[in-house]
């Protein structure tokens, strides 16, 4: 008898967990929260974005890097993040160019300059059409222009096809995922990242990681692009 209770305890507190696991994410293209999407600085959604069936869509003329100018951004702006686990799909035509935001604030010139970037990139496509080499910190995966991906056990699915990125977030270490594989792991606001701040790209950026939490961004970056299944939890 005993053990049949034991059992059966365990079963409501499996599904009782499972029941707050579920509740925990925060589906972010969900009708309940897709109107929360606006312009970085702005009102509204742009129009060439589209949020429909749990897919957000962007669709634009491509451009090459050399070609590039700034783009209509967006952040997800119901609430702020600090430590968090993000999931979501994405696939980019070829040669196209994206990034994944966080810690975002708003009131700034350059979304790049203040808040930390995935990347989202094709990268055998953007070298053949821009005759251009990549450096590992700006390809697929990266947490662009501070630390490069594991090219040892990245796998980047082609253009267009879906790949899936997971961040996770916290004061003790951050990882990048790439379809399924943990790609690269960083300790945020270390001695080693101020060091990579300082003799990198954002050496004269002010504000760049300077936020515990913030907002989640999108980036254009003159290319269309398609995310689905984006959701978040606090952790």
């Given at each position: 008898m005993k053990k049949i209770l034991f059992i059966f305890f365990l079963t409501i507190l499996f599904k009782c967990s499972k029941t707050s696991e579920n509740k925990e994410w925060i589906?972010?293209?969900?009708?309940?929260n897709s109107s929360f999407w606006k312009a970085y600085n702005g009102d509204t959604l742009p129009k060439k974005w589209k949020i429909t069936n749990n897919l957000l869509t962007f669709d634009t003329d491509f451009k090459l890097e050399s070609e590039y100018t700034k783009g209509s951004d967006i952040v997800f702006s119901k609430e702020e993040f600090g430590n968090f686990e993000l999931y979501l799909e994405w696939k980019l035509p070829k040669g196209g160019n994206s990034g994944?935001?966080?810690h975002l604030k708003e009131g700034y010139e350059e979304i790049s300059e203040v808040a930390p970037e995935y990347q989202l990139l094709d990268d055998e496509g953007w070298e053949d059409l821009n005759n251009a080499k990549l450096s590992s910190w700006q390809k697929a995966g990266a947490d662009y222009a501070m630390h490069?991906?594991?090219?040892?056990?990245?796998?980047?699915?082609?253009?267009?096809?879906?790949n899936s990125t997971k961040i996770i977030f916290t004061k003790e270490k951050v990882?990048?995922?790439l379809n399924g594989q943990k790609i690269l792991s960083f300790v945020p606001w270390s001695e080693d990242w101020y060091e990579r701040k300082k003799k990198g790209k954002w050496k004269n950026s002010n504000f760049y990681g300077k936020f515990k939490t913030g907002y989640i961004g999108l980036q254009d970056h003159?290319?269309?692009?398609?995310?689905?299944n984006m959701k978040i939890r606090k952790l």
């Open positions: 589906f972010l293209f969900s009708d309940k994944i935001f966080y490069s991906p594991n090219a040892e056990n990245k796998i980047l699915n082609p253009s267009g096809e879906w990882e990048h995922w003159n290319s269309s692009i398609s995310f689905r």
